[in-house]
């Protein structure tokens, strides 16, 4: 139910003035004009104060996979606030040992322990750290394709373009991973581009020495930069290369875990099992800033007599790990991974395979409620479409009341896992109508 502070867009106007007066934001210019004000969001949809509604088609920065103002969530978060808000991280805490089970339960088999963090970089931060320690190695193995966080090892590990702004740490090698519809290996099939991608990053873990190598780090499904779901045999072979050299395997399920592929984790649609997993976003839905590093039973020994010279004030902080528990809960008693599963399979794959009809259509890929609809001025070259191009595809969407998620050329279609079979059919005819209107 909307809030009190609905159909007063005299509040919108002046949001956006103290907005642009005394907020910094992240990755833009700090006059870009920033209109879209959110004042309350129930389930898949949010508002203004003007009252006008969005069908959330971004789930926020791909996190609120249940979906907002989750009642059984916002209660134990409550209930946690009257109980205990802050607790220090060395001390022991029922909540914290409750989130660690529940986010456990969906770990792959052999993974024993969780470091809680505040957020999905400083999970990939100790991640790392872990791989390097229990080596004694120092060079990370990542993707040019990838987003990891914006801390000092994670942004390094990072590939796309925010990484050259802000390369600090030392020891980071990247490799090019599988994008068919890109290939860099001149590849005319999946299992080509599987092959030469796995043929490539051995060459480069070859060429660096392979005893200098601690991690090998992947996002399971790269998600800011595309939605690039792996071809089969992929990761598994990655795995291969991790065993052949002594290197140890961290799969970031960030943004593609809790829900979002249809499955608990994404790595579960694949035949692989990492040493070590980063999470954050969906695991609670961002509720709270939440993030951590599930552990492998041989890496988590390793510091059974060992100090490990890390940590983190609010790690494990009660509010957000009752915010996990009542998530992880509630997902699996309503079914929600189920249903993100059903909802991409049976409405959002159809519908948005039907949008190659349009001409600015490139191509189509995703699973589950995480998808991309790339976009390109010519189909046979396939060049990316202008920025101006995009500007007017998003907003066209939020004229018709959807909050699309825009990243370069692509429309990422991400949904909260919760989404029905109407409102994801609403949501796609909105995109076709918007990407028409473009076309024309």
Not at 251 to 259: I, K, R, S, T
């Amino acid at each position: 139910m909307m809030n009190d502070t609905t159909n007063t867009p005299d509040l919108d106007a002046q949001a956006v003035a103290d907005d642009h007066a005394h907020v910094f934001h992240s990755w833009m210019a700090q006059g870009a004009p920033r209109p879209f004000v959110v004042a309350g969001g129930e389930g898949c949809w949010v508002w203004n104060h003007a009252g006008k509604r969005f069908l959330d088609f971004s789930s926020q920065l791909v996190n609120t996979n249940i979906g907002h103002q989750h009642p059984a969530v916002v209660k134990a978060i409550c209930d946690q606030a009257s109980t205990l808000a802050t607790v220090a991280p060395a001390t022991v805490s029922t909540a914290r040992n409750a989130a660690a089970e529940a986010v456990l339960e969906h770990a792959p088999q052999g993974f024993t322990k969780v470091f809680f963090t505040n957020a999905g970089a400083d999970a990939v931060e100790n991640a790392i750290r872990l791989a390097r320690l229990t080596t004694g190695r120092e060079k990370v193995i990542s993707s040019y394709r990838s987003y990891h966080g914006n801390t000092g090892a994670a942004i390094t590990a990072t590939g796309d373009w925010r990484r050259s702004h802000n390369e600090y740490a030392r020891g980071h090698v990247h490799v090019f991973t599988p994008y068919l519809y890109r290939t860099e290996f001149w590849a005319t099939s999946p299992e080509q581009e599987c092959e030469r991608a796995l043929h490539h990053m051995e060459r480069v873990i070859q060429a660096e020495g392979p005893a200098s190598v601690a991690a090998i780090l992947l996002e399971s499904v790269p998600g800011s930069v595309g939605v690039l779901v792996p071809p089969p045999g992929y990761l598994s072979g990655v795995r291969e290369i991790a065993d052949r050299y002594g290197i140890v395997l961290i799969l970031d399920e960030v943004m593609a875990g809790f829900g979002r592929t249809g499955s608990w984790l994404a790595l579960d649609l694949f035949d692989v099992r990492p040493d070590l997993v980063t999470f954050a976003k969906g695991v609670n839905s961002g509720y709270v800033p939440a993030g951590g590093v599930m552990i492998s039973a041989p890496i988590a020994q390793a510091f059974d007599e060992r100090v490990f010279p890390g940590g983190l004030t609010y790690s494990g902080h009660p509010l957000a790990m009752a915010s996990i528990v009542a998530t992880l809960k509630a997902m699996k008693d309503e079914g929600v991974v189920d249903n993100a599963a059903r909802v991409g399979a049976d409405v959002l794959g159809p519908a948005l395979a039907g949008l190659l009809d349009n001409r600015l259509v490139g191509e189509v890929r995703g699973v589950g409620v995480f998808w991309a609809v790339e976009l390109v001025a010519e189909p046979q070259t396939r060049q990316p479409v202008a920025m101006d191009v995009m500007g007017k595809v998003k907003a066209a969407c939020l004229s018709r009341g959807l909050l699309p998620f825009v990243v370069e050329n692509r429309i990422h279609v991400a949904p909260p896992c919760i989404i029905t079979a109407d409102e994801a059919s609403l949501g796609v005819g909105i995109l076709a109508d918007a990407l028409d209107e473009a076309a024309r």
